[in-house]
């Protein structure tokens, strides 16, 4: 006896305008991934279970937090309605049965070895050094910069997005340890507002504050390298140029020469001219700051 098929639901198209990044509909799954596919920016078809009446929906870019999601409407015939929280970030003009997102080209700039200006920090290469949040990949979990100095992509208006430094600390209960990233925006005319001092937003742009340390070991430590955050070389002394984000939590990882590790993680503060240290068990890494050299008190 063949088995009845589910009657077929109405089918709408998301056009996301260029936007790669991840796409979650009606929630985040358990395992993070995306559960539509964006089809490398190019419009794409949703289908939906059988319906008696209009359904309502939620379209997130995998923030997963309040302002980082589209909410909309879906009739029997598979027309979008009622686009809204925010009106400003999709469309359905001219085609009633597509979600047009509304997008800008955004350069994330984390290049360029110059000091800050008025109390701003400078800016090192960090590239590979952070994750862009709402952006996995296969070899993941997320985008990190691919270029020395920038990497240009569409982002929704008007939504949330992140940057981490890759320890993925999102609350900060005790007020003692900052997080690891930050949110920002691109607003509906185009312009990016950061909600950190670790990022400085601007038309079409954001900015990473970043800049260069360097890592003394503790006198006497019988160690082999060290590895900071997301940064792929492994570094065994004195006088390497560090690239980091400042302001961000970040992780410090110790390798010893009898096979064995130690995880730590810091927070680098680029107006604090002397630098800091950094716990790793009962030993004491210090940390100072080679660029930017002005603007630090």
Do not use: W
Not at 117 to 138: D, E, H
Not at 152 to 163: E, M
Request: aromatic share 10%.
């Amino acid at each position: 006896m063949k088995k009845n098929r589910a009657a077929a639901g109405p089918t709408f198209y998301i056009d996301p305008q260029g936007y790669t990044g991840a796409l979650y509909l009606d929630g985040l799954p358990k395992d993070g991934k995306p559960n539509i596919n964006t089809n490398q920016g190019k419009p794409f078809s949703c289908s939906l279970p059988s319906q008696d009446h209009p359904t309502s929906h939620k379209l997130d870019n995998g923030s997963a937090i309040s302002g980082s999601y589209i909410s909309f409407d879906i009739d029997n015939g598979g027309n979008v309605l009622n686009i809204g929280n925010p009106l400003s970030a999709a469309t359905n003009a001219g085609t009633p049965d597509t979600l047009f997102l509304k997008t800008a080209l955004i350069k994330i700039d984390s290049g360029g070895r110059h000091g800050g200006r008025r109390g701003k920090p400078g800016r090192a290469t960090v590239s590979g050094t952070y994750y862009l949040t709402n952006f996995p990949t296969p070899g993941g979990p997320f985008l990190t910069t691919t270029s020395a100095n920038n990497l240009s992509l569409h982002l929704i208006k008007c939504l949330y997005f992140g940057v981490d430094a890759g320890l993925m600390i999102r609350d900060a209960p005790d007020g003692v340890n900052p997080l690891s990233g930050f949110r920002f925006h691109v607003r509906e005319d185009g312009v990016v507002f950061s909600l950190s001092s670790a990022g400085t937003g601007g038309k079409g742009q954001l900015t990473l504050n970043s800049g260069e340390i360097t890592i003394t070991p503790p006198d006497g430590l019988d160690f082999k390298s060290y590895k900071v955050g997301l940064y792929e070389k492994q570094f065994t002394g004195i006088g390497d140029n560090i690239p980091v984000v400042f302001g961000l939590t970040t992780s410090f990882k110790v390798y010893f020469k009898d096979g064995n590790s130690a995880p730590a993680s810091f927070c680098p503060d680029y107006m604090v001219s002397q630098g800091g240290t950094i716990a790793v068990g009962d030993q004491l890494f210090t940390y100072k700051i080679t660029s930017p050299t002005v603007g630090r008190k």
